[in-house]
């Protein structure tokens, strides 16, 4: 038994998968197995696949969505600790054994993350102040927008099959909703290395595809709210938060003249707004 599992979901990636699965194989740290979810692919992704006889292949038939087949991926996977690569992003030749490393000195954690290198249409760029990542309790943080890589993230399996995969139902922000999840009862620890490049600006990024990516972090957001578990600080953050992302989204309604989201997201902030008030009285 391998000790990590590396899962690639793709999705008609087949001219840029070839790399990434090679920064796989160029790890340092080689106890690994790496299954690749081909999610209904129609390009080339197959036959890519096949020039990698050690990768294990899950091929879905029709498209099911990045949560999906992660999830799949997951459900073969039979390593302790759980990686994720896009298909679009690289790793650094040690990105695994600085990681596993960092864990053998800290047998009890849970899950670490690493700092990334940005490259936008082939230009690599800074990433702005509110992207900045934390160590320990990083509730709070994950709350504004997601801070955390898939690809650069090491999960105790455990713990996923403790707090469950990605939601199926969110076709964006699915790792959002998943980090909130985990950081509401775990600490993450964040390695202030660049162990892996994240590729971006590509017409077929999932970023580029929905607009109003609010809206998915909101219904995460109502989803804590619903399943309870959160302690009253964590709450209180999830709901100052869920009412600015409302207001945002029905401003943006309001100016694209859509009325009827505009009013459903103004309705949604008053009622928690009423929420806070009631609870102060």
């Known amino acids: 038994m391998s000790k990590v599992s590396i899962i690639i979901p793709t999705f008609n990636r087949g001219y840029c998968l070839a790399e990434s699965i090679r920064s796989v194989q160029k790890q340092s740290f080689t106890d690994f197995e790496l299954i690749v979810v081909d999610d209904g692919s129609t390009d080339n992704t197959s036959e890519v696949v096949r020039q990698f006889p050690a ?8 498209n099911k969505g990045v949560s999906f087949a992660r999830n799949r991926g997951m459900a073969k996977a039979r390593g302790e600790w759980i990686a994720f690569l896009d298909s679009d992003d690289l790793w650094e030749k040690d990105k695994l054994a600085t990681q596993m490393k960092w864990i053998e000195d800290h047998p009890d954690q849970h899950a670490v993350y690493t700092d990334e290198i940005w490259i936008r249409n082939g230009v690599r760029v800074n990433p702005m102040d509110k992207h900045r990542k934390y160590s320990g309790d990083i509730f709070r943080h994950c709350l504004p927008l997601c801070i955390v890589s898939p690809s650069s993230v090491l999960l105790r399996a455990e713990l996923l099959n403790e707090v469950g995969g990605f939601d199926e139902s969110m076709p964006v ?41 609010d809206r998915w972090r909101v219904h995460a957001l109502e989803k804590l709210l619903k399943a309870n578990g959160l302690d009253e600080k964590q709450r209180d953050g999830v709901v100052a938060m869920l009412i600015e992302k409302c207001g945002i989204l029905a401003n943006g309604y309001g100016k694209r003249g859509k009325n009827r989201d505009e009013k459903h997201y103004r309705n949604l902030a008053a009622r928690y707004s009423g929420l806070v008030e009631g609870a102060l009285k």
């Open 173 to 213: 922000c699915e790792d959002y909703d998943l980090w909130l999840r985990i950081a509401k009862r775990y600490p993450f620890h964040f390695i202030e290395e660049k162990l892996i490049v994240k590729r971006g600006g590509h017409e077929d990024q999932l970023s580029r595809k929905y607009w109003g990516m």
């Open 55 to 62: 990768v294990q292949r899950i091929r879905l038939e029709e």
